[in-house]
């Protein structure tokens, strides 16, 4: 049986300033929900499966996130090692964009690119 071990503290410490960065040192304004619609490239760029699709409609996905406070949760992925770095931006910038509910358009060449617009 082995022993239990603890994580490097440097990637703990590394963590907890991206947090910082990212999300401030401020408390996170409360929100129980946040609705998200991820429309996703679905080209043949993209895994098709060998099924030959050439359409570049997107895929769409509908996310709800709901809980006590969905920012202070989002937050906290990070440093937990739940989520990697960079997150994106919509989901760091929540914060500031003053509404709950966003229609993400991410780009087909760049994953990087991203159109956010309130509601969906």
């Known amino acids: 049986m082995r022993d239990i071990q603890a994580e490097d503290m440097d990637r703990i410490a590394a963590r907890d300033r991206v947090v910082a960065t990212e999300f401030g040192s401020n408390p996170q304004p409360c929100l129980n929900r946040v609705d998200l619609q991820l429309n996703l490239p679905y080209t043949t760029k993209s895994k098709d499966f060998n099924l030959g699709r050439l359409t570049k409609q997107p895929f769409s996905i ?59």
């Open 62 to 120: 509908k996310v709800v996130l709901e809980g006590s406070n969905v920012i202070e949760g989002i937050k906290s992925l990070v440093p937990l090692g739940v989520a990697k770095n960079p997150m994106p931006s919509f989901l760091t910038e929540l914060h500031s964009m003053a509404t709950s509910s966003l229609t993400v358009d991410l780009d087909e060449e760049d994953d990087n690119k991203q159109r956010i617009s309130s509601g969906y």
